[in-house]
T-cell receptor, first 114, second 110 residues
């Protein structure tokens, strides 16, 4: 069966500091990978998605970036965090066409920028 | 811009009642429709998906889709306190990422 893991689970970072969130998927190959953000009182916002190694699509212009160095690894980064970057970050994968490419989420990472 | 709209709630129902959650979407090209449940502080988990007009049942849950009206709903029969959560509606076209609504908060009182 497929599993998805992301880390760290929680972090508190000062404004202007860098960020790195990592996500890995097991039990499948060539998945589509996603980063979503859920800010307080707001819905799930798609940040990036990737259909393959090195292929990244950005949905929202911002100071975040994403990379996919390996087939089942997805990384979200920032060089300098802003207060507005606080939120719940969710990595997700899809790839089972029999399930209409349902996406499955990792456990999430709580980021507080202070 | 593609949009998915949900009433934020809270929707309050007594234990054992039927909870009805509604969702509308703007993109007529949407092909698949999903319902997720999200407990406070946790990541969303899939309840079910639907892609044909009509009803689809899975245990106590029934999803209903009406593409002509661009409307999808989720019915929860025999609601339990453990069903108290935020319910997210999501839609997509083939090969695209899911677009989510902001969710409806459901509270089931015992």
């Amino acid at each position: 069966s497929q599993t998805i893991h992301q880390w760290p689970a929680t972090l508190v970072q000062p404004v202007g500091s860098p960020l790195s969130l990592e996500c890995t998927v097991e039990g499948t190959s060539n998945p589509n990978l996603y980063w979503y953000r859920q800010a307080a009182g707001r819905g799930l916002q798609l940040l990036f998605y990737s259909v393959g190694i090195g292929q990244i699509s950005s949905e929202v212009p911002q100071n975040l970036s994403a990379s996919r160095p390996q087939d089942r690894q997805f990384i979200l980064s920032s060089k300098k965090l802003l207060l507005s970057d606080s939120g719940f970050y969710l990595c997700a994968w899809s790839g089972d066409t029999s399930k209409r490419n349902t996406i499955y989420f990792g456990e999430g990472s709580w980021l507080t920028v202070v | 811009q593609k949009e998915v709209e949900q009433n934020s709630g809270p929707l309050s129902v007594p234990e054992g009642a039927i909870a009805s959650l509604n969702c509308t979407y703007s993109d007529r090209g949407s092909q698949s429709f999903f319902w997720y449940r999200q407990y406070s502080g946790k990541s969303p988990e899939l309840i079910m998906f639907i892609y044909s007009n009509g009803d689809k049942e899975d245990g106590r849950f029934t999803a209903q889709l009406n593409k002509a009206s661009q409307y999808v709903s989720l019915l929860i029969r025999d609601s339990q306190p453990s069903d108290s959560a935020t319910y997210l509606c999501a839609v997509n076209q083939a090969g695209t990422a899911l677009i989510f609504g902001k969710g409806t908060t459901l509270s089931v009182s015992s």
